[in-house]
């Protein structure tokens, strides 16, 4: 069955730090694959996306991703993260059929906390 | 902007009372979608359109309806609301499948 797997629920990091969040996906062919930020009480952000070609993607607020075909991956890394990051980020993948149409599957989350 | 708005952003209802959410979209987009999130849960689809033409998902209650009376609006009807529907309500839209979705701020629904 089509998932994704986001295995750290909680991150903290201290301000400027690097940060990566993890994110595994199981699909049988190529995924379109998201990673979305949601801030306290509001809607899901697309930070980046992923359809195909350079495997490196970047996106917002200084974000980029890594597709990795061979371990199913795609994750998310910021080399400096700034107080105004700390929000609950998802990751997904989609092209999975449902019914006859195509949907995303979300992640679980990760809630990540920034120290000043 | 173009922009995906849901009105109203809090909503209170009594159980059992019918409660309306809608949603508008200034993109154009062919699909709109609705999505159930629970406190620290990732959001769960609950229907979808493309166009006119309606997508159920498999677990969602006979509790929950939704109409798209024109391309711009979407609205989702909770006809006999319980406690556990308690819940932020997403809207979404994207160009076509497998397109970015956009989300809009949600409608937090309390139940009495």
């Known amino acids: 069955a089509q998932s994704v797997t986001q295995p750290d629920i909680h991150i903290t990091v201290s301000e400027g730090a690097s940060l990566e969040l993890r994110c595994n996906y199981s699909?049988?062919?190529?995924?379109?694959l998201f990673w979305y930020v949601q801030s306290p009480g509001q809607g899901l952000q697309l930070l980046l996306k992923y359809f195909s070609g350079d495997t490196l993607v970047q996106g917002i607020k200084g974000f980029e991703a890594e597709f990795k075909r061979s371990q199913s991956s795609f994750n998310l890394r910021k080399p400096s993260v700034h107080w105004s990051d700390a929000a609950e980020y998802f990751c997904a993948v989609g092209g999975v059929a449902s019914g006859g149409y195509n949907k995303l599957i979300f992640g679980a989350g990760t809630r990540l906390a920034v120290h000043p | 902007d173009a922009m995906v708005i849901q009105n109203p952003r809090y909503q209170v209802t009594q159980f059992g009372k019918p409660v309306t959410l809608s949603c508008s979209q200034t993109l154009n987009h062919n699909v709109m979608y609705w999505y159930q999130q629970k406190s620290s849960q990732a959001p769960k689809l609950l229907f979808h359109y493309y166009d006119k033409d309606f997508n159920n998902e498999a677990d969602t209650p006979d509790n929950f309806q939704s109409r798209r009376p024109n391309t711009s609006f979407c609205f989702l009807d909770i006809r006999s609301p319980g406690l556990g529907d308690a819940a932020m309500y997403l809207c979404?839209?994207?160009?076509?499948?497998?397109?970015?979705?956009?989300f809009g701020d949600g409608t937090r629904l309390s139940i009495l």
């Open positions: 699909y049988g062919a190529t995924p379109y």
């Open positions: 979404a839209t994207s160009r076509d499948a497998n397109q970015p979705q956009h």
